[in-house]
């Protein structure tokens, strides 16, 4: 059981690349979060996904798109990298009761 | 809106007790307060929730007041092991069946030998 498994650990993109940031879960969870973490500060949610087919945007959801194709995998897409989306990525499945397991993290540097 | 005050940062001795508090003047009725850690810049791991009543785990206490407009982290022997930020964090409701986990920015405690 590996619990909450986030692919790549660090990333480097240039200002204007596009990559996928990938998130899986063995868990069986229906609800999974994306959030960033910028220096000093807590986690704030990008978008979520309350079950296979269906997501919706959290506090801070542009220049991102998800999609949930299956109950395991939740990746998220950066469209066009901008210096702003530097950010430590942490992707997060809800078991019951209400308790979010979260992954080890995605370090991304866009320069 | 963070929802939640806690102080940037407290000392512990190895070995004591460490007490955490955290303020959430503004929290609603069926509105959960938990309360993760996050060490080294690790993805943060569940410790505690609580509604009204007082909690106890394996990990640590939570003591919430009976107005629900505080509450306190209690690690009763912490050990070097501990050291991390400490989230405390509002579970409130968003949309549909979705719950919201509002995030500040933490106590970081330092346990020292």
């Known amino acids: 059981n590996a619990g909450v498994t986030q692919t790549p650990k660090f990333q480097v993109l240039k200002t204007g690349q596009s990559m996928t940031l990938q998130c899986a879960q063995d868990?069986?969870?229906?609800?999974m979060s994306w959030y960033r973490q910028d220096p000093g500060m807590g986690l704030r949610l990008i978008h979520y996904s309350v079950g296979a087919g269906i997501t919706d945007q959290g506090e801070v959801p542009n220049g991102y798109n998800v999609s949930r194709s299956t109950t395991e995998d939740f990746p998220l897409r950066l469209l066009s990298a901008a210096p702003s989306q530097t950010s430590v990525y942490f992707c997060?499945?809800?078991?019951?009761?209400?308790?979010?397991?979260f992954g080890p993290g995605t370090r991304l540097t866009v320069l | 809106d963070a929802k939640t005050t806690q102080p940037t940062s407290m000392d512990c001795a190895e070995g004591r007790a460490a007490n955490l508090p955290c303020n959430h003047s503004?929290?609603?009725?069926?509105?959960?307060v938990y309360w993760y850690r996050q060490i080294h810049s690790q993805g943060p791991q569940y410790i505690i929730h609580g509604l009204k009543n007082n909690e106890t785990n394996e990990m640590a206490s939570l003591i919430i007041t009976e107005d629900r407009k505080s509450s306190t982290l209690i690690l009763p022997h912490a050990t070097l092991r501990d050291t991390a930020v400490y989230y405390c964090?509002?579970?409130?409701?968003?949309?549909?069946?979705?719950?919201?986990?509002?995030f500040g920015s933490g106590t970081k405690l330092n346990v020292k030998p």
């Open positions: 997060a499945s809800r078991g019951v009761p209400d308790t979010q397991y």
């Open positions: 964090i509002v579970r409130v409701h968003w949309v549909d069946n979705f719950n919201k986990f509002y």
């Open positions: 868990m069986n969870h229906e609800y």
């Open positions: 503004t929290i609603s009725g069926n509105e959960y």
